[in-house]
């Protein structure tokens, strides 16, 4: 004897729970949409010669803030269910947020939320204070960025920066890439600190070996020419 | 990382805010270096303390599929009743490991690791439900589920939906030892041309189709995380059903001629799911 309601009540369960999703979904598509403005407009920095780029940093911002709206719509929502349960359905975009928001802090803009105007990066603390969201949460089951999505983001930031050092040298920029590359070692050496199993975190941050030697081989030809500024230090 | 800032040598670096520009610039990087490396060491460790969880949940996931595993396969034999009692140690066994898993899923690890304990719940549900069906021929429900396994243990809908899935596979091969055990000759008044199905035999050819029909009669949306899985475990199933007619069909017409030990064909009736 098959008991029909059984099947009822599941399809009902299912029903709510892509009720759910599709909303998730309506806003994270926005939150894309803006995501891809703000890369586009990051990317220009790729030919833009450094003291010129001010206005793209501020409306790179300008887009950033729109993102940031988007993530306070997303965390309402989000926080009414368990978090590892959706976390999927906007894991990438955030991440391509974060890792724009570190470009941007990279490039000079989003000073008034560096710890020290001179820092780099935006700590994962930083970032969290900057999206007004919590980060590592271990106990509490809410809406957050988690350390393996700020890694992964630091990750893609690295792949752009790799491209920006060979950029900065067409446009006469001498002296960044050899700041690029003093920075991503610095981040290469802490990735290298952590025992990371056979995931995504893996697979990607074996990625950063070459994008160091790609800018390593940036400051070598220019090194070889006697090209790179007295004033900067060679890392 | 919030901390006061210092330069390579350790002084604070605010002190030396009037140092010139360049050495400025050499000391943040050194502080820079140091930070990066003592935010890299914090995060190693939250990912070490991740990665041991998440492996004492598998090693216990493993655990209780092998011992679901081992409980159907001996319910798929007769049931005597010692059989019956070492199922019922194996199952007080499992309880006890999802006992053990409980501090590894508080909090918002409960999901984080739900993929992790997801695959052993499917298995223990699938033994569940095969004991419940034998014992009771009615199909257990994810409240009687849930409350033979921890409470805080995730029990989602699709793990149950699943398991069900699973279930059907092993009633098919419940159905078919059923009957060609032959309980058709096991009916000494039935003249040849009343021949039929004994009622048990009957039941369970009926409750299949009837399953077949509530699954096929499920619609998930496209973006649900289980639709992956849910093709080919709906086609397995519908392999499942359509053996077990076909065996059905052949008992019936070919019945009184079968020599004794005789085994329904079971070819063309779909994959197996293991």
Redesign the interface.
Known sequence: ????T??E???S???E??AV??EL?EIVQTLARNGRSTTAILSRAHSTPSDQLKPVLDEATKEILAQKDQVARLKALADQH????YN?VWTRELQNLVSSIELCAYLGGLEEYK??S???FL???EVGKFLDIPV???????FHLT??EY?LSLISMVEELSRLAVNSVTLGDYARPVQIG??IK??F???Q?????NDI?RKRSDGIKYSVKKVEDVVYDLSLRNLIPK???A? | ??GT?RTWDGKQLSLQSNNSS?K???S??AE??TQ??S???T??N???EH?DR?ERLIKISRDITALSKKIIRKLNAPLPENITKETQSRFTQIQSLFTTALPDI???????Y?RQLSGAIQEYIEALSFHHYLTT???I??HEVRAKIAADVLVT?ED??LGLFDLTGEMMRFAVTALSAGSVASDPGASEKKMGLSKEQNGIVV?LR??RS??E?????R???MIKDLAKKMEVMQGSVEKVERAAYGILVRGSERPAGWMPDLSGGGDEGY
């Open positions: 004897m098959i008991d029909r059984i099947f009540s599941l399809q369960k299912i029903d729970e892509a999703r599709d979904h368990p978090f590892y349960k999927g710890s020290n001179a820092a780099s700590t994962i603390e590592n949460l271990k106990e509490q089951d809410a350390i393996e890694l003093s920075f610095d981040l050496a802490g990735f600190l952590l025992n990371l199993k975190l004033s900067s230090d890392a | 990382m919030a800032k360049k400025d610039q050499t943040t990087m820079q270096s990066i490396l935010i890299f060491e995060f190693r939250e990912l070490d990665h998440r508080t909090g918002p690890n409960k999901w984080r739900q021929q009615t199909l429900t994810l809908e149950y939906l409750d009837e399953l509530l699954f009669g499920l619609s998930v949306a973006r649900h995380n």
